[in-house]
């Protein structure tokens, strides 16, 4: 088998921090990877003006797997929008069709604790959110204009198509059929017409999945139901704001957003790999962040794109033990650096 290469953009802000972790983490597991760095986001634009340069895009066209940290600068906020660095993550997962972003958030045992909910009520947790990630409100017209009567007006158009809404759906399908056979998809059918659509399609596609039980939720109340009740949820499907939204939001029910990796498919398996937090103004440059998100991530690839779920079963173990042993960063409490943190988890491999 040739070795498989993986093209490292760890980006801006407490990226290129937790990607080392993870990175390291990978090169200890005797495995034929390859790895290849580029820039991208902030860090991009200030070396080349261009935050998704043709030479990041095309390394994450020939990389077998993406690991990627994050975007996000505060210098680069006022930029006109299409140089701003989060472009470049919008970019890549459009470029290269990655619709399908599995976000998984399960309570590790000793995090009740850190966790925002009770332990009684967080022990429950294992949940998957399926969030689409090419559609949506996201990916529609939007623009500045002005009113009739003279008003400033920003808008950005909020659509799904059917093909967009079943390909996802399936994802759900699938991913629950993997687990404990349950798929509850999220959306605002009481108002939007985009959501209308959604559940009709999600509706459709159930048909093929008689071994999955299908219910359909608002996502006012699934807000509400993951901090009430988070354990009765085994997968979530939604789209790409709900899923942004209550995906940060299920990080704190186990305990921090640097807990939370994921994983971003095309429909060939081809994936790009990373922690659902962002760059992290407040803490970057201070070795603060929690690596395991990212580590984390690392394992999702192993399991989705290289074909061996094995090392991916590794790391999730070593994560496990680590953070159970009582190693934790600050956002879980704890006095452990980034890189300490990283340690503990390669010692537990
Ligand atoms: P954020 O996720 O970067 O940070 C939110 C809070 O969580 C901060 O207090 C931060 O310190 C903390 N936090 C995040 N990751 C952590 C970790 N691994 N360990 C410990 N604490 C952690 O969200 P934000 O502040 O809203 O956004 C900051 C920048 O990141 C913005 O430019 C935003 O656009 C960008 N962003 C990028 C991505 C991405 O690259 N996919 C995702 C989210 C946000
Ligand atoms: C995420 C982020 C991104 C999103 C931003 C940075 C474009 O919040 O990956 O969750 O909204 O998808
Ligand atoms: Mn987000």
Redesign the pocket.
Known sequence: AHSSLIAILP?D??GPE?TAEARRVLEALGLDLAFEEAPVGGAAYHQTGNPLPEATLDLAKRADAILFG????PSCDALARHLR??QA?LGLRKELALFANLRPAKLFAGLEDASALRPEVARAIDLLIVRELNGDVYFGEKGMRTTDAGLRQGYDLMSYDEGEVRRIAIAGFAAAQRRRGKLCSVDKANVLETSQLWRDVVIEVAADYPDVALSHMYVDNAAMQLVRDPGQFDVIVTGNLFGDILSDQASMCVG???LLPSASLDEGGKGLY??????????AGQG???PC?AILSAALMLRHSLGQPAAADRIEAAVASALAAGHR?A?LGGTCSTKAMGDAVLAAL
């Open positions: 980006g802000g407490i937790v994050s975007v996000g600068e660095p989060e993550i921090s957003i640097g990373e922690p659902i937090h962002g760059s992290a103004p407040d803490i603060k962040a929690n998100a960063t956002d």
